[in-house]
């Protein structure tokens, strides 16, 4: 089943602890990125990839990174976590003409 | 700064009626996508729109571009409750290339009985 699979779906953590979220898809996309969706805000790019070693800033990339090593696999890394990055966290990834969002990561930072 | 906007933000129906959900944009892009996303869920694709004038229909949704107005439409026909849900258009700016999409704030849609 085409897919794309992150991980933790929910995370409780404190400030200043490194985490780091995990996005896989099985589908050979080249192109995935991360958003960060908030009330009232609707959903924000981070970072996006257009294939291996390639990665770029979204809208909102500050106090995050990312890494692109294999095509399938593209983690969000938080080196350290404020309140202010407590959110619903997606990652999609594309073909030419649809991007693919996982199921999610809800991320509690206190 | 590229914007996209959706009007309404809200929206309470009665089950049997129409409804045009609007999402307007503030650069030239000839690709825009339309997205339901359930409480607690993910977003789901509906429709790819790829050109002006593109029309594309699944049940009781239907989903136009006019690119030279900078705007598209999300008609609902004879709305049911299970089309409840919060839409979500976006807009495509690198040219179609794959994805880096800015998202409108989203339709929160409600259908009564």
């Known amino acids: 089943e085409a897919q794309v699979t992150q991980n933790p779906r929910y995370l409780i953590t404190v400030t200043g602890k490194k985490l780091t979220v995990t996005c896989s898809q099985n589908?050979?996309?080249?192109?995935m990125s991360w958003y960060r969706q908030d009330p009232g805000l609707g959903l924000r790019q981070i970072y996006y990839?257009?294939?291996?070693?390639?990665?770029d800033k979204g809208d909102v990339p500050e106090g995050y990174k990312v890494s692109r090593k294999e095509k399938r696999n593209f983690p969000l890394i938080l080196e350290s976590p404020s309140p202010n990055q407590t959110s619903l966290y997606f990652c999609?990834?594309?073909?030419?003409?649809?991007?693919?969002f996982g199921p999610g990561t809800r991320l509690t930072v206190l | 700064e590229l914007k996209v906007e959706q009007n309404p933000l809200f929206l309470s129906m009665q089950e049997g009626k129409n409804y045009t959900i609007y999402c307007n944009y503030s650069t030239t892009s000839d690709r825009l996508y339309w997205y339901r996303q359930d409480p607690g869920k993910s977003l789901e694709s509906l429709f790819v729109l790829l050109s002006n004038g593109a029309v594309k229909q699944e049940g009781r949704l239907m989903a136009s571009l006019d690119t030279k107005a900078r705007l598209s439409t999300l008609h609902i026909t004879a709305a049911v409750h299970d089309l409840s849900a919060t839409y979500f258009c976006?807009?495509?700016?690198?040219?179609?290339?794959?994805?880096?999409?800015?998202f409108g704030k989203g339709t929160k849609l409600s259908v009564k009985p």
């Open positions: 589908m050979n996309h080249e192109y």
């Open positions: 999609a990834s594309s073909n030419r003409y649809t991007q693919y």
């Open positions: 990839s257009m294939n291996v070693e390639v990665t």
């Open positions: 976006a807009v495509d700016i690198m040219g179609g290339s794959q994805g880096n999409l800015i």
